[in-house]
Structures are given as C-alpha cells and as structure tokens.
C-alpha cells in the first residue's frame, strides 16, 4: 500500500474463502488468529463495518482490537491494547468460528429480580438451593477445602471490634509469598457475565467470592496497615480517607470505619482506601470477611453519595454466620490459583448474638390461611429443602432468612413451592359483614354533597414552605406560623408541615385561573398538622375549604353551598359571617 504504517493482509476466514484487509496495526503476523469484521458487521459502539478503498487498496473489512469487541486488556491481560488481539491458547482457534464462541462471549446470562427482603438470594449459592428446592431437592452448600500450613499468625494481624453494634463480625486471615498475577479464563468469564471487570487474582477471588457467597470480602496490603493491626470503630469528626477511587471523603463520627493503629483504611462495608489496594508489589495480604449492621451502611452510602456492589448487600443485613465459610472459600481459590501461601490461622470476632429464631409450626393453620389441603409431611418437605429444620410443631429457621419471623412467612414459603396457580380461588370470608366506619361514612356524605353543589375534588401537599404565610400575608406574631419541621425535606419550599390549608387552595385556583380555565369550583377536605412541643407528634385537624373564582362566584353563591353542606351533615346551630378586609 502507499503508505509507511499501512499493511494489507491476506486473511483466511475459512470454506477457502480469502479476504484482502488493511490494517494500521504493527503487531500482526503470519498465522495469527485474529477477529475480523466483514462488509456490513456490527462492532461495539454500533459502528457497522462497510468494504471500501484505503490508499487505493480495496479492504473487505477490519481486523478488530479489544475496544472494537468491547472487551478491555482486563479480560485478556496478554493482549495488545491498542494493536489487533491475537487470540492465545486460551482460546479455541479454528479459521471462520464466531469469535464469540472462540473467546467465551456465547454463553447464557439469566438475570434474576431480587427483592429487598431476600440477601441470601443475591449469590449463586442462594439462586441454587431455591432452585434444588423447586423441583423437590434439597441443596447442600459445598465445603471448602480446608488449607493447611505450618505457619502461624503470630504476630502478624490483630483485630478489635469497638463498635460491637455496627459490627457483628469480623474474620480475618494472612496470605505470604503473593504472585499477583492475571485471573484464569474460566474466572474472568464468569466475572464478565456478571458485570464485574476482571482486575487481578487476589481482587478477583474476592469478588468471585461475592458472587458465589453473597459475602463481600476485601483484601489489604499488610505492608499499609499500621501495626499489622484491625481496628474496627466510628470515624472520628472530619477524620478524612481517600477511597480506591481516587476522592477523598470526610467522615463523621456516625460512620464506620476499618481503621488500623492510626488511620482509617476503609469505609467498612462500602470501599477500600486508596493504599488497602493490591499492588503487583503486594507480598502479604490480609483477606477481610465481616458483617457490618446494614442501616450504618447504607446511612454512610447515603451522605457519601456512594453505591458500591459491596454496600447494595450489607444494607440488606447479611449473616454473620457466613464470614467464616466464605474467607475458606477465597483462601481455598489462593490455593487452586496458587497465588500464594496461605497461613491456616484465622482471627475471628465474633459479637453476634447467634440465636436460633424458632417459629411456632401448624400445618392445619397453614393449610387455613393458604385454602390449600397439604399434609405434615408435604409442608416439612416444603420448608427443609429450604434449609429449615421441622421439629414437630417448631420450626427452626435459617440464619441467612432474616425475613422469616412469624406463621404466616412459613406460610408463604408453602405457598410459593406448592406454586400460586394450584390454589383454588375461593371467595372472601366476612364481607357480608364489612360496613363504612362512621368516619368514612361522614366523608362520603361529604363528597357527595360537594360533588353534587358542581365542585371537583382536589388534594394537595400535607407540607409547605414558609413563604407561602407571607402570600397570605399572614401576621408574624400568628399562632400558624409556628409549624412541625420536616428534619430531611424534599426541597425549601416543602420543609414545614401546613397549618392553614388556605395557601393551597389559593395556589390551585391561582394555577388553574394562569392556564386561562374561565371558572373553577374546587373543595378539599384537608388535614392541617398543630405543633404540640416536646418533642410529641403534633395534632392533625381536618377541615373542608372550597375555593371558586369566575362567573356566579360570590359571597352569596358560597354561603348557599356551606348552608347546603351544613344542612346535609347535621349541623344547625352556626352563623355565617363575611370576611372583609
């Protein structure tokens, strides 16, 4: 080609099929597998690759890099990151395969919905044994291998625990002689299908760990832990920490920090500091598996602005009971990755109350409160392929299902395993006896009376902003005035709680007369919020106004429709005055 830098290559896609191709690239040989995108294919980003002439050669389609695959030098640590990815032998190399099958991209990801009130179902382990439990199966949680060394920990971690109520546990272990190196294949897929970037083997146990556990873990280079020590406490006021990801933060003495003998090393439950990270320098580690109480996280997050994988699980409230099972597990893949060795000792707080929760079991309720005809025998095969243990009538229920606490949660365990569908729909008991209270019977009343006087409903905020006293010009001295706070408002103008309804209502008509509507005749029955001090809630009043501007509004037409009103609810004994002035 006319060019200095420009090659064309001859590439072979298979069936005896030849392809010419420019290329920029200087990092391509004889024999490479390489990915190539013909005429009209699609690469990432959507650019679609079309044939046309460069310097006068006629190119039939492009030789790709990672970016163009939409892969980074993190899933094939090997590769050029801005030449052409030559495929290595961890790849399966055949001329015209789908690249996506060479590479590993052509499996299946099934993504799964989990509701707030499930953590347990945020791991493989979780989604396995609800499914082992669907079709009858009862799901047994693999063992790590434990790992054995003549080491021991010595002198080499300590841990203390000062704030045993946002910290219930904290396990902690010591790996020597660390190759950090890249991930295997088989791992870095599995991370990719899950939305995680492949780092190196020591973060990529941790996070596989995660994954599979539901168990966030954090490793630590010993060399920037002061006094090889643990130190699990509340921030210090302004005590400050840059994060892995470059920010400093200023904590506050509400936040839980992992610290070591002078400083803050993380945002426990949340993000590692900027020097807890593992380096290619890194020789010994301390691999951390805690549990941290999941209302501190998620309170932390929230001031800090930070939503991390780790922290989306802890606010859920993990168990304790799984820190120990997962740290063997990551030491178990330091093993199978030999990326180094593992001292067999573990430091392990352990502040959790570790009480069994047992729930009272009856199968004739059960079968009640469903409308369902399942025996003993079928209900405690239900609920112990879910790991529950059934002991005649008691039931005692896992530690990772903090969502099951009374009958009727074992109830709905039968449920959905005996599967909704197979319920037969029966009618509701005690309708026949339902009634209006008073209360609703009287807006009703109300309603009707308004609807029928040509007025239309409306509802409006419970909170206001002060200025909207100004508006009415309401005197400074006036009782109104004083108002229940709102601590976390939405904004200025929603921060305190109303105590006349007049502001809205004006508001409305105001609104409604701006959008040119000629008339409008408007009521609401509204509650207004009386402050009674002391810290005690406040009294809550309702009252109907109505509100009417445009033809045939009047003193007049007004007083007819509260006489009107008055009349239909029984009130006789009042006057009506006008307002002037």
């Known amino acids: 080609a006319d060019s200095d830098h420009l090659w064309v290559c001859m590439v072979d896609t298979g069936k005896s099929q030849t392809h010419s191709i420019a290329t920029g690239a200087q990092n391509c040989h004889v024999n490479d597998y390489v990915p190539v995108a013909l005429d009209n294919a699609t690469i990432a980003g959507g650019k679609t690759i079309k044939t046309g002439a460069v310097r006068g050669i006629n190119s039939e389609g492009m030789l790709c890099s990672l970016s163009e695959l939409g892969l980074t030098k993190n899933d094939f640590p090997y590769a050029v990151e801005d030449g052409i990815f030559i495929l290595g032998d961890d790849c399966e190399r055949v001329s015209g395969m789908d690249i996506r099958e060479s590479i590993g991209l052509n499996d299946t990801i099934t993504e799964f919905e989990i509701?707030?009130?499930?953590?347990?179902?945020?791991?493989?382990?979780?989604?396995?044994?609800?499914?082992?439990?669907?079709?009858?199966?009862?799901?047994?949680?693999p063992e790590p291998e434990h790992v054995e060394t003549k080491d021991r920990l010595d002198d080499l971690l300590y841990v203390e625990i000062v704030d045993e109520e946002k910290c219930y546990r904290y396990v902690g272990a010591v790996v020597n002689d660390v190759k950090i190196a890249p991930s295997p294949r088989w791992m870095r897929e599995r991370l990719r299908a899950s939305g995680i970037r492949p780092i190196n083997n020591i973060v990529d146990i941790t996070n596989y760990v995660m994954l599979e556990f539901g168990q966030p873990m954090h490793a630590f280079d010993i060399r920037f832990l002061e006094g090889n020590k643990v130190n699990v406490r509340c921030a210090e006021r302004n005590e400050r920490i840059v994060t892995l990801d470059g920010v400093e933060r200023i904590l506050d003495e509400d936040m839980l920090v992992v610290a070591d003998a002078i400083k803050p090393v993380a945002i426990a439950g949340i993000m590692g500091g900027e020097f807890s990270g593992i380096m290619n320098e890194t020789k010994t580690i301390v691999f951390e598996s805690a549990c941290f109480n999941g209302a501190s996280?998620?309170?932390?997050?929230?001031?800090?602005?930070?939503?991390?994988?780790?922290?989306?699980?802890?606010?859920?409230?993990?168990?304790?009971?799984?820190?120990?099972?997962?740290?063997?597990?990551?030491?178990?893949?330091?093993?199978?990755?030999?990326?180094?060795?593992?001292?067999?000792?573990?430091?392990?707080?352990?502040?959790?109350?570790?009480?069994?929760?047992?729930?009272?079991?009856?199968?004739?309720?059960?079968?009640?409160?469903?409308?369902?005809?399942?025996?003993?025998?079928?209900?405690?095969?239900?609920?112990?392929?879910?790991?529950?243990?059934?002991?005649?009538?008691?039931?005692?229920?896992?530690?990772?299902?903090?969502?099951?606490?009374?009958?009727?949660?074992?109830?709905?365990?039968?449920a959905r395993f005996?599967?909704?569908?197979?319920?037969?729909?029966?009618?509701?008991?005690?309708?026949?006896?339902?009634?209006?209270?008073?209360?609703?019977?009287?807006?009703?009343?109300?309603?009707?009376?308004?609807?029928?006087?040509?007025?239309?409903?409306?509802?409006?905020?419970?909170?206001v902003g002060s200025k909207c006293f100004d508006k009415i010009c309401l005197p400074v001295q006036c009782d109104e005035r004083n108002c229940v706070r709102i601590s976390n408002p939405l904004g200025e103008d929603t921060g305190i709680m109303r105590t006349?309804?007049?502001?809205?209502?004006?508001?409305?008509?105001?609104?409604?007369?701006?959008?040119?509507?000629?008339?409008?005749?408007?009521?609401?029955?509204?509650?207004?919020?009386?402050?009674?001090?002391?810290?005690?809630?406040?009294?809550?009043?309702?009252k109907v106004i109505l509100g009417m501007y445009g033809d045939g509004a009047n003193f007049l037409a007004a007083k007819g429709v509260v006489e009107e009103l008055l009349a239909v609810t029984g009130i006789k004994d009042y006057s009506v005055e006008a307002e002037t002035g």
């Open 500 to 542: 006349t309804t007049l502001p809205s209502m004006l508001e409305v008509l105001a609104r409604n007369f701006n959008f040119r509507n000629p008339s409008a005749k408007l009521y609401e029955i509204a509650t207004e919020y009386l402050p009674l001090g002391n810290d005690n809630l406040p009294e809550e009043k309702q």
């Open 297 to 414: 996280v998620r309170i932390t997050a929230k001031k800090l602005g930070m939503r991390t994988e780790s922290s989306a699980r802890f606010e859920k409230e993990l168990d304790p009971n799984g820190c120990l099972l997962s740290l063997e597990r990551a030491l178990e893949l330091v093993k199978i990755l030999n990326a180094g060795t593992v001292i067999n000792e573990v430091v392990d707080c352990n502040r959790s109350a570790n009480t069994a929760r047992l729930i009272s079991f009856d199968s004739e309720w059960i079968n009640r409160f469903i409308g369902i005809n399942l025996s003993y025998i079928e209900q405690k095969a239900i609920l112990e392929n879910l790991d529950f243990i059934v002991n005649s009538n008691t039931v005692t229920v896992p530690s990772y299902r903090n969502d099951v606490e009374h009958p009727a949660d074992l109830a709905e365990e039968v």
């Open 418 to 463: 005996y599967g909704y569908e197979n319920i037969t729909n029966l009618p509701l008991t005690g309708v026949a006896n339902g009634k209006l209270t008073d209360k609703q019977k009287y807006e009703t009343l109300v309603n009707t009376t308004m609807l029928a006087c040509g007025f239309s409903e409306i509802q409006t905020y419970s909170f």
């Open 115 to 141: 509701t707030s009130n499930r953590p347990d179902c945020l791991s493989v382990i979780g989604l396995a044994r609800e499914a082992a439990a669907s079709v009858g199966q009862r799901f047994v949680v």
